[in-house]
């Protein structure tokens, strides 16, 4: 009877042992029947079959579970110690095993081979001997362990060998081992490492792992830039913990003692992935919170919560003392990180600008455009103060110098160099919503409410990220770069939202590997769309060498570029130009080298793909009140959205959608499995409010082509926001874009603020260039029109 401590916690739906203790204890049959089931008082003929096996059940499992004391082995003292009391008799026990044992037969055909009855232990003897692994199983394999050689601790043949050729060593009158070990040796002779599923394997190496402490720790990047923490075994599957306390007894002793300590060096693995090492150090930890508060913030170049007591901390040197990083050597006098521009300049925007060492970094000077500049300590290395520079940057230290040219913006980006989106090469993460959008009556909507310029911040990572992901930028990289841009200041959306921004702005464009499970963002072209008689809409990426390029084409050709700025600070604004007639739109358009974008398809809800997903395993469950996926390893697919992997192989993730009633479906972009889940769900998806569509579910997000599509009709982007008092990503969208959306997707829709008649004078394009009041909002409302300024 293997009733195991992850059993009561599957069964009862619950993380916490103690949890689902309690509640197992409260299935027990009542007090006095409970005595007398175990007296043998009342007969099993009398009861029905799920009272009394419950109670079979609790009696194997109090002998196994890990919430037992070790030196806690009496079977009644256990007993008690669960239940406040110690019964007088247990002579009932094996009516009742034997009771269970015909029901089997006689109601499904199922033969129970019972133990022979203990000839001392003669009333619980035969409950003894079904629980595995006991105390007394436990101790067998420490012996067993004791006849292996440690490099061969976990080859199964030399197990199997060792057990046969010593079978007087290990007890053979346990008749659960022996049970078990068969079980184990007929799966391994099986092939495809079965025996790694069996309960002897699970308790053989749970004996082996606590002695040898051969686990390691890994911190894996999640889905939408956060982390998660496993233990990994040398073999079998990764187990997700909460915090790295929970493996201190399984890891070596020096990386325990890391643990202890508070501060775990990291080793990149790449794709995201990172593993704990003792050995050397890093500039990347996994420290806890209360001691990264201690260093100086101007040491840190980027930090992210695990949980609420540990951090994964980026630094810029190796992390040492509160004040600065110990380093593993003096670094070379000279400049270091930043962004490159063209062959030899860097981004002379703060904090992306390089910085600079030295053997005596408190002696160094600095010098922009022949101005001192000043300094701060960042760990080893010296940081410009916060600003925009441009010119040949000199630094000075004792009698060396070194100079590099910073500019203060990215070079424009040719079609030559840009490397493309190719469907053969990549899946775009918007999978069958790419390049679709609702359809809509209307060509623009202008968005009519408040808009505010972007801040200084988002204008710096735009420009970082453009120059970047020329050739294509990792997600981790891409995470990195909006954190630095994020350092200085304390008040700001998650990375994650402003990444989504800038794909939805249109800017990149986010992709998984086809062949490879990697993520990683493509910059999309330049290209404009035509509105109206002589109006176009640029759409694309748009930095600041872009956007002066076309402001000197517009005027050239005789027209205007506009700027409509976004819904948040932390929003990208959208360009339009605007001239008198279609012939000066042509020229703008020759001028600027700028093709029509293309249109949209015909967007649908969801896209069934009801495909087997033979070989692939369970290891992650979405926890829907958080939108993150919760790590859970070959769970049943019951009811919920689960990440399935297919293990040894370089495929990608798989999302499996499991709603009762209907097939299930499948995907490989996280984000359109969310917001399927939550449609094949049913109820409210989305709420428009005073202007602005949002997500009333965690982590939900229209398809960023929904998003351009949206954009480009109320010619304003998408963003973060804080105007609720929190955080929230919003879409800024007029009333035909909701009714487009709301025929695909569930929105509930909230009363306007202002009156219905004021709305239709703002939107009508009969109105422009005028004005009207509205009392209730209480300021003034200018008509959108293309006509218009923002």
């Known amino acids: 009877m293997y009733v195991a401590d992850e059993d009561l916690l599957e069964i009862f739906g619950v993380t916490q042992i103690e949890e689902a203790q309690r509640r197992f204890i409260k299935l027990l049959p009542a007090g006095s029947n409970l005595r007398d089931f175990l007296s043998g008082a009342l007969p099993p003929t009398r009861a029905k079959v799920p009272s009394y096996l419950r109670l079979l059940m609790f009696l194997c499992w109090m002998q196994t579970t890990e919430t037992r004391g070790d030196g806690n082995r009496q079977f009644h003292e256990i007993f008690e110690s669960h239940m406040g009391f110690r019964p007088w008799s247990m002579s009932g026990l094996n009516g009742l095993w034997e009771h269970f044992r015909d029901f089997l037969k006689s109601e499904h055909g199922v033969t129970l081979v019972l133990p022979d009855i203990h000839p001392v232990y003669t009333q619980i003897g035969r409950t003894l001997q079904l629980a595995f692994p006991t105390w007394r199983d436990k101790e067998a394999l420490r012996k067993l362990k004791r006849l292996v050689a440690g490099s061969l601790l976990l080859d199964p043949l030399t197990v199997s060998n060792t057990v046969r050729t010593s079978r007087g060593a290990l007890g053979e009158t346990m008749q659960s081992f022996v049970y078990n070990f ?9 092939g495809f490492r079965e025996f790694e599923e069996t309960p002897f394997w699970r308790a053989w190496y749970a004996v082996v792992a606590e002695q040898a402490a051969v686990e390691q720790i890994e911190v894996v990047e999640s889905d939408y830039g956060g982390y998660e923490l496993f233990r990994v075994p040398p073999v ?13 007894k399984l890891v070596p002793r020096p990386l325990a003692k890391l643990i202890t300590s508070g501060r775990i060096d990291l080793e990149s693995l790449g794709s995201g992935r990172f593993r704990a090492q003792a050995k050397t150090t890093s500039n990347i930890v996994l420290i806890q919170a209360s001691q990264l508060a ?14 609420s007591n540990w951090v994964v901390a980026v630094f810029r040197g190796n992390a040492g003392d509160e004040t600065a990083p110990v380093p593993t050597g003096v670094r070379e006098f000279g400049w270091h990180d930043g962004i490159r521009v063209g062959g030899g300049a860097y981004l002379g925007r703060s904090p992306l600008t390089p910085t600079i060492s030295g053997p005596v970094p408190e002696a160094i000077e600095v010098a922009v455009a022949g101005k001192p500049v000043g300094l701060v300590r960042m760990g080893q290395d010296m940081a410009l103060l916060p600003g925009v520079y441009a010119g040949i940057a000199i630094a000075r230290n004792l009698r060396a110098s070194h100079e590099v040219l910073m500019v203060a913006r990215a070079n424009e980006i040719s079609e030559v160099r840009r490397l493309a989106f190719d469907l053969a090469r990549d899946i775009p993460e918007d999978e069958f919503h790419y390049g679709n959008g609702p359809s809509s009556p209307v060509e623009t909507e202008m968005w009519s409410g408040t808009r505010t310029p972007p801040c200084d911040e988002l204008v710096t990572i735009g420009e970082g990220l453009y120059q970047r992901s020329a050739r294509g930028l990792p997600l981790a990289d891409a995470v ?22 800038f794909a939805d702005a249109g800017w990149l464009e986010p992709t998984f590997l086809r ?3 990697a993520r990683r963002l493509l910059q999309r072209s330049l290209t404009a769309k035509l509105v109206g008689a002589a109006g176009a809409v640029i759409c694309g990426p748009t930095p600041l060498a872009v956007i002066d390029r076309l402001m000197v084409a517009a005027r050239a050709a005789g027209g205007v570029i506009e700027t409509w700025n976004g819904v948040s600070a932390w929003t990208l604004p959208r360009y339009v130009f605007r001239a008198p007639s279609d012939h000066v739109r042509r020229e703008f358009l020759r001028r600027a080298e700028l093709g029509e974008a293309p249109g949209y398809g015909k967007a649908v809800a969801d896209v069934a793909d009801h495909g087997d997903v033979h070989g692939f395993r369970v290891v992650g469950r979405l926890l829907a009140d958080r939108g993150f996926f919760g790590t859970c390893f070959n769970e049943k697919m019951t009811e919920g959205l689960y990440r399935l992997e297919r293990p040894g192989s370089f495929s990608l993730f798989h999302y499996r959608s499991v709603v009762p009633g209907k097939k299930d479906q499948n995907y490989v972009s996280p984000s359109v499995a969310l917001l399927s889940h939550h449609l094949r769900l049913g109820g409210d998806m989305l709420e428009f409010t005073d202007g602005t569509l949002f997500a009333r579910a965690a982590r939900v997000t229209l398809p960023s082509s929904w998003a351009r599509w949206a954009s480009d009709v109320g010619v304003c982007n998408a963003g973060p926001s804080k105007r609720s008092g929190s955080w929230r990503y919003e879409y800024p969208v007029g009333a035909e874009v909701v009714e487009a959306v709301s025929k695909l997707l569930p929105v509930k829709c909230q ?13 009508s394009a009969s109105n422009r260039e005028r004005k009207i009041y509205d009392s209730r909002m209480r300021r003034v409302l200018a008509c959108a029109g293309m006509h218009g300024k923002s």
Not at 182 to 190: G, L, S, T
Not at 480 to 501: A, C, F, K, N, Y
Not at 755 to 763: C, H, L, N, T, Y
């Open 182 to 190: 068969n079980e184990f040796d007929q799966a391994r002779k099986r």
């Open 294 to 307: 201690r260093y100086d913030r101007s040491n840190i170049r980027s930090s992210a919560a695990v949980n």
């Open 236 to 248: 079998g599957e990764r187990v997700q913990i909460a915090t790295p306390e929970e493996a201190v």
């Open 515 to 517: 062949h490879f499970p």
């Open 751 to 763: 009363k306007a603020a202002s009156s219905g008649w004021r709305e239709k004078f703002v939107m």
């Open 480 to 501: 990195e770069i909006v954190r630095r841009g994020l350092s200085l200041t304390d008040d700001h959306p998650s990375e994650w939202d402003i990444l989504r921004s």
